[in-house]
């Protein structure tokens, strides 16, 4: 039996598909697996079309964490934050990644494909999968943010 924390969701627009797949190959060899939502090709596509599958995928339990990558991170983030149970972090850097795990427990990171290096995304995602949210005095702020 697999372990939950090392099953992933996955999924990219055209822009941030190269990097997709480079974590994806990379990560594989650490013993990650993913659920990759597409796109498959770096052919041009609507990122809500595949950020939404993300989201209604982590947001019904399905996965625990996700990686979502457009070309600035940004059009992904706004999609996935739609969902109720998500809490997706746009992060540049590794720094950025694990803050937003152990301060705002986020559930999906999100990163921009056309602005980060490859190998400081594979740091980032990363700690963003290995980095326990702290709780305590930052409880009290993630229970706010839902509306």
């Not at 079309?49 to 995928?57: I, S, T, V, W």
């Not at 795990?101 to 190998?119: K, Q, S």
């Not at 709780?135 to 839902?146: A, E, F, L, P, T």
């Amino acid at each position: 039996m697999w372990d939950k924390s090392k099953i992933v969701a996955l999924a990219s627009d055209h822009a941030g598909y190269e990097l997709k797949a480079f974590l994806k190959k990379i990560m594989e060899e650490d013993g990650y697996l993913f659920r990759d939502f597409g796109t498959y090709s770096s052919e041009s596509v609507d990122y809500p079309d595949f950020a939404h599958l993300l989201g209604k995928a982590v947001d019904k339990g399905e996965f625990e964490r996700g990686i979502v990558i457009c070309g600035s991170g940004n059009g992904v983030c706004m999609v996935v934050n739609k969902y109720r149970g998500v809490r997706g972090g746009l992060c540049w850097n590794s720094e950025q990644a694990e803050l937003t795990r152990r301060h705002n427990d986020a559930n999906v990171l999100c990163l921009p494909g056309r602005y980060i290096d490859f190998d400081d995304a594979i740091k980032a995602a990363k700690l963003f999968l290995n980095t326990a949210f702290e709780g305590g005095r930052h409880q009290k702020r993630v229970d706010k943010i839902s509306v």
